[in-house]
């Protein structure tokens, strides 16, 4: 089987299993959608475990740095309509910051953490403390299914491989 074929059963199967679990009554307060952007994410961090941690912390620190810009629109509600362009001004502009730290450098990451967390926000009318939790809860396992399905492709296209090689 070939790397791609291998690939595409595999994530087949894995977004099968994933989206299966996400409605479990244990996980139902979870959010799938946002495993798959972590799940996504890992690939475009350049997978593997840097992929990984990339997708699982950066995107956890957008979301937490969303989640703080959230909690400072009231306190800026002065400024009006004003009020949550700057609060997001601050938390991108802190996700940039951030990038000069080592684990936190990809910020496209951080920037699908901080969209993620503001997207629960707005679309279920989520108190943001509340929202934390679930969302990076959320990521770490679409961070974690990433990993599986790139490992799990690569045995599988490894093996034909080998089998390949055996029989020529």
């Known amino acids: 089987m070939s790397k791609f074929t291998a690939l595409v059963v595999t994530i087949g199967v894995l977004a099968l299993v ?7 009554p ?3 307060r979870l959010f799938v959608w946002q495993a798959f952007v972590a799940w996504g994410c890992h690939f475009q961090s350049g997978g593997k475990v840097v992929g990984c941690r990339s997708s699982a912390v ?4 957008g979301a937490v740095v969303g989640m703080a810009a959230a909690l400072l629109i009231a306190p800026l509600a002065p400024l009006g ?11 991108a502009a802190l996700i940039v910051i951030a990038s000069k ?4 450098e990809t910020v496209p990451a951080g920037f699908y953490g901080f969209a993620v967390i503001f997207a629960v926000i707005g679309l279920a009318k989520a108190d943001p403390v509340a929202a934390i939790l679930p969302t990076v809860i ?3 396992i679409g961070a974690a299914f990433g990993y599986v399905s790139e490992w799990i492709a690569g045995a599988l296209a490894r093996k034909d491989a080998v089998a390949a090689a055996a029989a020529a």
């Open 18 to 24: 994933c989206t299966w679990l996400f409605g479990l």
């Open 26 to 28: 244990l996980l139902a």
């Open 138 to 140: 959320s990521i770490l």
């Open 81 to 91: 309509s004003l009020a949550a362009p700057v609060a997001v001004g601050l938390g």
């Open 101 to 104: 730290v080592p684990w936190l």
């Open 58 to 61: 950066c995107m956890s620190f």
